[in-house]
């Protein structure tokens, strides 16, 4: 962490214990512990949350289950968070985490595909959390904003929206991962249904209304 980092953590309302303590095992148990949201990013999400104050959110990509935990806790009752995982060996730590927390009620954890389960469910979400396989962002673009999932006025966050800075290189032919957030990133901004900024923080967060 450079001085800068160290700064704007000093200065930002400080990491919740059992955030901390998810955080500690996630790098411990985890081989690629990068993909935790972490505390800034964390307190962002949660800030984001109370701002718009949303009844019902999605999440794509639970993870560990820590930008969930943070979202859950500026959520208002009765909201509630309808987060998707495809890999199942990540169930038992997140939920574990869920279950200690005060807020993890408002959370129910889906093993399976968001693209396969969630139009399903007939319900609208107020904000959308993407953060899972990055070689389906344009997929649940397409899956969002042609199906009745959300809103006018419904708010969509994707994550890792610069890539490490890959997006503004020059591409290589079998990069699936930098191509389909370059592609997801050109439907945005093309989209005359929706308005965006994209937010440099961390790896970067495309931030999407929809009008």
């Not at 890792?160 to 050109?186: C, M, S, V």
């Amino acid at each position: 962490m450079d001085a800068l980092e160290r700064y704007i953590e000093t200065f930002s309302s400080p990491e919740d214990e059992l955030l901390r303590e998810l955080d500690r095992q996630t790098h411990l148990r985890m081989i690629q512990p990068r993909m935790i949201s972490g505390h800034i990013q964390g307190r962002l999400l949660e800030m984001i949350v109370r701002m718009f104050r949303p009844q019902n959110i999605l999440e794509i990509g639970t993870f560990t289950g820590y930008s969930a935990l943070c979202m859950a806790t500026g959520l208002d009752e009765p909201g509630y968070i309808d987060t998707f995982e495809t890999d199942d060996e990540l169930q038992e730590l997140a939920q574990s985490f869920f279950d200690r927390s005060k807020h993890g009620h408002k959370i129910r954890m889906h093993i399976g595909s968001a693209l396969e389960i969630a139009p399903k469910r007939g319900i609208q979400y107020d904000l959308v959390f993407i953060d899972g396989d990055k070689r389906e962002y344009p997929a649940y673009y397409d899956m969002l904003l042609d199906t009745p999932l959300i809103h006018s006025g419904s708010i969509i966050l994707a994550d890792n929206i610069l890539w490490y800075g890959k997006i503004t290189e020059p591409i290589q032919h079998n990069d699936r991962h930098t191509q389909a957030i370059a592609d997801f990133n050109r439907m945005v901004r093309d989209d005359e249904r929706v308005e965006n900024v994209i937010l440099p923080i961390r790896d970067g967060l495309n931030l999407i209304r929809v009008k």
